[in-house]
């Protein structure tokens, strides 16, 4: 059946649609023109980052920061197996091997107090992915890398917005890496951002974007003619698509608050479930302000999971999991991973589910979804309010 309620729905803001059309007409449809400007000063200007740049993805991203990490055969680098298949992808593409550390069983992501045991003289950076738009704990994480002598790239594809300590994420690691793909909170259908931390990598991101070309030195005048000077691909978004993004990022504070809403309405109607023990709720830490990409329960087992999940979708609600740990994957495995060395990882994804969010969504919409999960576990309304 098709659902009343799907997972997401990506979200027209007013202005993005008007920017595409303005775009289109300026005849200015490739990269790197007016709009692509204006969204890389508006993410400089909102984050405090150094530099950005757009790209097509943040796989993209993710990709030029393993060129910029100068990853090679035989290096190896620290994240999460808990998240989406292009955080090891970009560090296996360059030859490295992913090390896979498990996660904190609060905020699902990286255990900051198991990094330091998995560093080997072959260890090149640590790769933290910021899980639901929660930080990660970055004092402890920079700190274990500049003792180390190891690059820190954030996988901030889920935390456009979100900050730790009063730092934007993706501004805190060397480079930080943002998506805009439709399933995120700001989007332009398929992009992403790397934000440059530190100026020494400006130059070779500059180039490698460039399809490693010093095309971007050539039309500032500093060399007279541009040739491939590096390694690179094509991962310049068009003006089209950069366009709507400025619509969407100058809308960003309204966009993340009203996903705010829901979020805290779902957490407050759910309470009584978490309160009989049913199940968990997100966990925020105190140093983390979240940009509520996502409202995610913890379910008491996998059986029960599956069956809230069917649950949730015969009555209309889209519910989904996340993610298939990447240590038991084939592609993982390939690297010398086994089932069973990563006990929270697999433990918690086999329990979580996400619930529908989105911008357009209503309240009769949170309270439909968690009737429905009172339904499922046989708590009356009335009972929860006694
Ligand atoms: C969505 C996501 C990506 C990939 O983003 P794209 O823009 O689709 O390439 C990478 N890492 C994480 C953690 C994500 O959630």
């Known amino acids: 059946m098709s659902a009343k309620l799907p997972f997401n729905r990506p979200c027209t803001i007013g202005p993005d649609a008007a920017y595409v059309r303005e775009a289109i007409a300026s ?12 969204a890389q000063a508006l993410l400089e200007a909102k984050f405090g980052a150094l530099h950005a740049l757009l790209t097509t993805s943040c796989t993209a991203a993710l990709e030029m920061s393993a ?6 055969a035989g290096d190896e ?12 992808n970009a560090i296996a593409l360059r030859g490295a091997r992913p090390v896979f550390v498990d996660i904190r069983p609060d905020t699902l992501n990286l255990d900051e107090r198991l990094i330091e045991a998995a560093i080997t003289p072959r260890t090149r950076a640590i790769w933290p992915v910021h899980y639901a738009g929660v930080a990660c704990e970055m004092d402890t ?11 820190v790239v954030e996988d901030a594809a889920q935390a456009v917005f979100a900050s730790y300590k009063g730092r934007w994420l993706g501004t805190i690691g060397d480079l930080g890496c943002y998506s ?38 050539f039309l500032r005048g500093q060399v007279d003619k541009y040739t491939w000077v590096d390694l690179g691909s094509s991962y310049v978004p068009s003006d089209i698509l950069a366009a709507y993004l400025v619509g969407q990022l100058e809308a960003g504070e309204r966009i993340t608050a009203k996903r705010g809403e829901l979020c805290a309405e779902y957490a407050r109607l759910l309470a009584p479930l978490a309160d009989r023990g049913l199940l968990r709720l997100p966990v ?39 993610y298939v740990p990447l240590h038991t994957s084939p592609v993982g495995k390939s690297h010398g991973w086994r089932e069973g060395s990563l006990p929270v990882t697999e433990d918690l994804s086999a329990r979580l589910l996400r619930l529908p969010l989105f911008y357009d969504m209503s309240h009769a919409d949170t309270s439909a979804v968690a009737r429905a999960m009172f339904a499922f576990y046989g708590v009356t309304w009335e009972d929860a309010a006694a």
């Open 180 to 217: 805009f793909h439709e399933t995120k909170n700001i989007v332009c259908g398929e992009g992403g951002a790397l934000l440059v931390n530190d100026e020494r990598f400006a130059r070779r991101a500059e180039i490698l974007r460039e399809k490693g070309t010093n095309r971007s030195q």
């Open 141 to 151: 994480i920079m700190s274990i890398a500049r003792r180390h002598g190891l690059l």
């Open 27 to 38: 005849g200015h449809l490739c990269g790197d023109g007016p709009y692509s400007k204006r």
């Open 67 to 72: 060129l910029l990490c100068d990853l090679k």
């Open 77 to 88: 680098v620290i994240l999460p197996s808990y998240t989406f298949v292009s955080t090891a």
């Open 284 to 322: 925020v830490p105190a140093d983390c302000v979240a940009n509520h990409h996502m409202f995610q329960v913890i379910t008491a087992d996998r059986g029960t999971r599956g069956a809230l999940m069917d649950h949730l979708r015969s009555a209309g609600f889209m519910a989904t999991f996340h």
